[in-house]
């Protein structure tokens, strides 16, 4: 009876993935497009700038050239960075002062992502770089140091065949609407808060 039974299960499997492989293979017939992406990892869960260095990884893997500009963070000795600068075909800009609750100056911030908008758009302009990440953007849009109609100009206006990847939370609506791929990361726990500090290799 076991045997039977083992058998039955067997088939049924193989029907059930045999569906799936059908409705698999009509997926990737339909998807027929070549562009440039533009990619928004944002929500308030971990993750989100350690999953766009990934997609540098694996875009330097595939000998493109790319490129990351930090809008918050001030600081330039966290393991990406200490690792992705070894890469020739990368360029790497640090162009934030620190946290907003460290700077406490609105002049100085707004000033600051201004600046470093300027820094983007020459990025944003070059056909050479393939993947260009514009880590925790959104907080320069959500506090209005930068002006989103702008942004977004120069987000469509940029090389057809490049790829941007955009992380932070409480991303703009305006923002998810222009991207072509949007994924919100959720938390549900977190170290921090349970008194554990940024770990190497982890968090920095």
């Known amino acids: 009876m076991s045997d039977c039974n083992d058998a039955d299960q067997a088939l049924r ?48 893997g595939h000998g493109m050239r790319a490129a990351v500009a930090q809008f918050i963070k001030g600081r330039s000795d966290t393991g990406e960075e ?7 075909n990368i360029v790497w800009h640090v162009l934030g002062e620190g946290f907003t609750w460290d700077t406490q100056n609105l002049e100085r911030d707004t000033e600051t992502a201004r ?7 020459n990025m ?27 942004v977004l100009e120069d987000l469509q206006n940029r090389p057809s ?9 409480a991303a703009p609506q305006a923002l ?17 808060r349970s008194g554990v500090m940024a770990q190497k290799g982890i968090d920095l």
């Not at 799936?20 to 497009?33: C, F, G, L």
């Open 161 to 169: 065949m490049q790829h941007v990847v955009i992380t932070g939370r």
């Open 115 to 121: 600046r470093g908008w300027a820094v983007v758009q």
């Open 124 to 150: 944003l302009r070059d056909p050479q770089l393939d993947l260009i990440v514009l880590d925790e953007l959104t907080y320069p849009l959500k506090y209005g140091w930068l002006d989103i109609a702008a």
């Open 13 to 60: 499997y193989r029907r059930r993935m045999q569906r799936k492989k059908e409705i698999v293979d009509a997926a990737i017939a339909r998807a027929d497009q070549t562009k440039g992406l533009l990619l928004v990892l944002t929500g308030n869960g971990k993750g989100k700038s350690s999953s766009a260095f990934g997609m540098v990884a694996r875009a330097l």
């Open 176 to 192: 998810c609407e222009l991207a072509d791929t949007v994924t919100e990361m959720h938390d549900v726990k977190h170290a921090y």
């Open 82 to 88: 200490a690792f992705f600068r070894q890469h020739a």
